[in-house]
C-alpha cells in the first residue's frame, strides 16, 4: 500500500499550458507539503498545509497554486507553465508540524518543451 | 536565514571503505535533523533522525549519525559501504515554530564500485 502517492509519474507539456498534479497520502498525516527538486538535485519547499490550511508558502511564483480539498490531498496547479518549470515535485507528509520527519511521494518528473 | 551545508558534492569509494559525509546547519536554537537517501529514480527514504537523547543515532541499512551540537554538526557515517548504497545523501534540518518546514542540504552523490 502506497503511504504517499502522485499522480502522474511523468509530465510533458508545452510552454504556456495549464497542468495539475495530484498528491494523495493515507496514513492519517496533518502536514502536507510540495517540495521541487531541480536539476542539480537541491530540493526546496514549496507549500505546505495543515489540516487544510495553507501554514508555509515559500515565495513561489503565483502560477502555482496549491489546493487541499481535505487533509489527505494536497493537489498543485500551475498555470502558463514556463520551461523554467521543469523539475522533479515531491509531495510529502508528516503526522504534524513538529518534529515528526516528512514520508514523500515517488515524484512527478515535469518536463515543459 | 537558516540553512544546511553538506561538504561533499560527490563521493566514489570502493566496497567495504568506510564512509562519512559532512553536514553542518546555521540554526542556532532546537532542531531536529534528519538524513535521507533517494536511489536512482526514486523518492527520498528516511535514513535516521535526531530529536533529542543520545546524539549517536543509528539508522536503517548500517547507517549512523552523530550530532555534535557545539559544531552544528550531523555527520552521517556507515562502516563498510556495499555497490547497493549508491545513491543521493540528504541532511535536513527541522527547527521549532516554523510549520514543520525541512530544510535540505545540497545532497552528496555516492558512487559505490564494486
Known amino acids: 500500500d502506497t503511504a504517499v502517492s502522485q499522480t502522474p509519474k511523468y509530465l510533458v507539456t508545452q510552454m504556456g499550458n495549464d497542468k495539475s498534479i495530484k498528491c494523495e497520502q493515507n496514513l492519517g498525516h496533518d502536514t502536507m507539503y510540495w517540495y521541487k527538486q531541480d536539476s542539480k538535485k537541491f530540493l526546496k519547499i514549496m507549500f505546505s498545509?495543515?489540516?487544510?490550511?495553507?501554514?508555509i508558502n515559500e515565495t513561489v511564483p503565483n502560477r502555482f497554486s496549491p489546493k487541499s480539498p481535505d487533509k489527505a490531498h494536497l493537489n498543485l496547479h500551475i498555470n502558463s507553465l514556463e520551461l523554467g518549470d521543469s523539475a522533479v515535485y515531491f509531495c510529502?507528509?508528516?503526522?504534524?508540524?513538529?518534529?515528526?520527519?516528512?514520508?514523500f511521494g515517488n515524484g512527478t518528473r515535469l518536463t515543459v518543451t | 536565514a537558516q540553512s544546511v551545508s553538506q561538504h561533499n558534492h560527490h563521493v566514489i569509494l570502493s566496497e567495504a571503505a568506510s564512509l562519512e559525509l559532512g553536514c553542518n546547519y546555521s540554526?542556532?536554537?532546537?532542531?531536529?535533523l534528519f538524513w535521507y537517501v533517494q536511489y536512482p529514480g526514486q523518492h527520498l527514504q528516511l535514513l535516521l533522525k535526531?530529536?533529542?537523547?543520545?546524539?549517536l543515532v543509528k539508522g536503517i541499512k548500517g547507517f549512523e549519525a552523530e550530532f555534535i551540537k557545539s559544531k552544528f554538526s550531523f555527520n552521517l557515517r556507515k562502516p563498510s559501504v556495499q555497490w547497493s548504497d549508491t545513491a543521493e545523501y540528504f541532511c535536513?534540518?527541522?527547527?521549532?515554530?516554523?510549520?514543520?518546514?525541512?530544510?535540505f542540504g545540497q545532497g552528496t552523490e555516492l558512487s559505490v564500485k564494486p
Open positions: 540554526y542556532g536554537g532546537t532542531v531536529n
Open positions: 535536513a534540518v527541522k527547527q521549532y515554530n516554523q510549520g514543520g518546514k525541512l530544510i
Open positions: 535526531y530529536f533529542s537523547g543520545d546524539p
Open positions: 498545509y495543515n489540516n487544510k490550511e495553507l501554514i
Open positions: 510529502a507528509s508528516s503526522r504534524d508540524r513538529g518534529t515528526s520527519p516528512l514520508h
